[in-house]
C-alpha cells in the first residue's frame, strides 16, 4: 500500500498534541480596565521570562509584558465561534482559521489546559506572569430570581499557562466565569462577546488581544468552523458493486475543500483513485437536508491515459462512529450503486500502522496483528512452529479516548480458546506506545490474548512478517 495515507494524516495526528502553529507576532491589544485590588500595595505582575525546560516562546513573552504594561492579571482574545464537538475538533479549527499562525504558542496548549463548555464562543486566555492562578468555573442562571450564579469549578491552574475556552450559547447569558488571582489582586470576569459589534466585552483588570483581523473577516466562499464530520478523519467502508464484487473504499476529505477517493480488493492496492474537491450544502436540519457534493477526476492506476469525471451528489449522517452516505445523484462511488446507502468507518492513528506480535505468558502460541494503512485489519493465531491456527479479518479506528476499536469476523481456522467465536468485537485502551512496541488493555468485548484474560493487558512488539 502507498504511503500517502501516513502524509495525509500527519497534519492531523500533529494537531492531537496541540493547536497547530506558525511563525507570527502577537496582536495588538487595547486594556479595558484596572484590576480589582484588594490592596494597593501589590505590584502589577511582571511578565514571564522562563518557563520548565527553558526560555518561553518570544510571542508569548511579548505579548505578557503587553498584559503587564497595561496593568492587567490577564489578557483575553476571542476567537471567533466554533461549537465543536471535541479537542481534536478545536485543533482543527485554530489551525484552519489562522489563529495558530497568529499566536505560535497556541502549539504547547494541552487538552488539560482547555475548558470545553456548553456553546461555541472560543476564548484564548493568558495570565500575565507564571505567578498568576487561573480558576474557570460554570456560570448559570438562579432557578428562583434568574439572577447569574457561579457553579463548580471547571478547572484550576496555577503553571502560568494559556488556557483555551469555548462556551457560551449566546451573548445574552455567558456560561463561563474566569477568576485570575495573585497575592491580594484579583479579576472576575466573564468573558462574553458585545451583541452590537461582535467586540469583546470590556472588564476592569482584562486585555483584550483580540485579532479583530482573523474574527471580522468575511471572505466570498469561507467556511469558517470546518466540519469535523469531513475534516477529522481519512473514512474507510466496505460495500459490494453492481456485480456482487466486495470492494473497499478509502474516502479523505480535508479541511481545504480537497478531496481524494479510491476502491479496491481489499488488502490490496487500489484498482481506481480520484482526487478533487468536495462541499457541503444544507437545506435545513434533518437527514435528506444536508447534502455532500464530490467533484473528481481521476480512473484506473495502472492506466493514466483513461481518466474521467466523478460527480456524486450524497446526503450524510452520524452514527454512533460511522458515516452513512446516500446516493442521491450523479455517480455513485462504485458500479451498479445508484441510491444505495455506504457505511464509512472513521480512521485516525495511522502511527500505529503495523505489524503486532504478543508473546502469550499463558499460552503456547503467539497472537498476531496486523493494522493496515487503509483502516482494514488482521488477527490470527500460531502455534510455536509457525502453524497459523486461526486468521480474523475487518477493520479498526482509534477513538478520541486514545482506545483501539477492532471489528472482526473470522475468515479461516478455528480459535484454540473458543472454537465458536466467529466474530471479534471490542474496545482495548492503548496505554503506551512507541515504534517498536506498544501495550493494550482490555476495555470491553472479546479479548485477544490469555493475557488480557488474567491481567487485562498484553504486550505487543513491531513484528516484520510476510502474510
Not at 278 to 291: F, N, R, V
Amino acid at each position: 500500500m502507498g504511503k500517502k495515507w501516513i502524509a495525509v494524516l500527519l497534519p492531523l495526528l500533529l494537531l492531537l498534541s496541540g493547536c497547530g502553529g506558525g511563525d507570527a507576532r502577537p496582536s495588538e491589544g487595547k486594556i479595558t480596565g484596572k484590576a480589582n485590588e484588594k490592596e494597593d500595595s501589590t505590584e502589577v505582575p511582571e511578565p514571564a521570562a522562563l518557563k520548565e525546560g527553558g526560555a518561553e516562546a518570544p510571542e508569548l513573552a511579548a505579548l505578557r509584558e503587553e498584559i503587564a504594561e497595561s496593568g492587567a492579571l490577564l489578557g483575553v482574545a476571542y476567537l471567533g465561534y466554533a461549537e465543536l464537538p471535541g479537542w481534536e475538533d478545536v485543533c482543527v479549527y485554530v489551525e484552519a482559521n489562522g489563529y495558530a499562525d497568529e499566536f505560535p504558542f497556541l502549539t504547547g496548549v494541552m487538552e488539560d489546559h482547555a475548558v470545553l463548555h456548553e456553546g461555541g464562543e472560543m476564548y484564548l486566555v493568558v495570565p500575565a506572569n507564571e505567578d498568576v492562578s487561573l480558576t474557570v468555573s460554570d456560570y448559570f442562571l438562579g432557578e428562583d430570581a434568574y439572577i447569574p450564579e457561579q457553579g463548580e469549578d471547571l478547572l484550576t491552574v496555577t503553571d502560568g499557562k494559556p488556557l483555551l475556552l469555548r462556551g457560551n450559547v449566546s451573548e445574552i447569558v455567558p456560561n463561563l466565569l474566569i477568576r485570575a488571582e495573585k497575592g491580594s489582586k484579583s479579576v472576575i470576569y466573564n468573558p462574553c462577546i458585545s451583541g452590537m459589534d461582535g467586540s469583546l466585552l470590556s472588564e476592569d483588570g482584562v486585555y483584550d488581544f483580540t485579532p479583530y483581523e482573523l474574527v471580522m473577516r468575511d471572505y466570498p466562499g469561507y467556511d469558517p468552523v470546518p466540519d469535523p464530520v469531513f475534516t477529522l478523519n481519512t473514512w474507510y467502508a466496505r460495500h459490494h458493486d453492481g456485480d456482487g464484487n466486495l470492494l473497499a473504499m478509502t474516502l479523505v476529505l480535508n479541511p481545504d475543500g480537497t478531496a481524494e477517493y479510491s476502491y479496491g480488493h481489499p488488502h490490496s492496492d487500489a484498482f481506481e483513485q480520484f482526487s478533487g474537491t468536495w462541499t457541503k450544502e444544507s437545506d435545513g436540519t434533518g437527514m435528506g437536508d444536508m447534502h455532500l457534493v464530490l467533484e473528481l477526476t481521476g480512473g484506473p492506476v495502472n492506466d493514466p491515459g483513461e481518466q474521467y469525471g466523478m460527480s456524486g451528489n450524497f446526503t450524510w449522517e452520524l452514527q454512533g462512529s460511522a458515516m452513512v452516505l446516500c446516493h442521491e445523484g450523479g455517480s455513485p462511488l462504485l458500479n451498479g450503486t445508484e441510491g444505495e446507502w455506504y457505511t464509512f468507518m472513521s480512521f485516525d492513528g495511522c502511527h500505529m500502522v503495523n505489524n503486532w506480535r504478543s508473546l502469550s505468558e499463558y499460552g503456547d502460541w503467539y497472537y498476531e496483528l496486523w493494522l493496515f494503512e487503509n483502516g482494514e485489519c488482521m488477527f490470527s493465531i500460531e502455534d510455536v512452529d509457525g502453524n497459523r491456527m486461526v486468521s480474523y479479518e475487518g477493520w479498526w479506528y482509534l477513538t478520541e479516548e486514545n482506545t483501539l476499536r477492532l471489528n472482526l469476523m473470522r475468515s479461516s481456522g478455528e480459535h484454540p480458546e473458543s472454537p465458536d467465536l466467529e466474530y471479534i468485537s471490542g474496545e482495548y485502551l492503548v496505554e503506551n506506545w512507541e515504534p517498536t512496541g506498544m501495550t493494550l488493555a482490555f476495555v470491553s468485548g472479546e479479548i485477544l490474548t490469555l493475557d488480557m484474560e488474567e491481567s487485562t493487558k498484553a504486550g505487543f512488539f513491531a513484528y516484520e512478517k510476510n502474510q
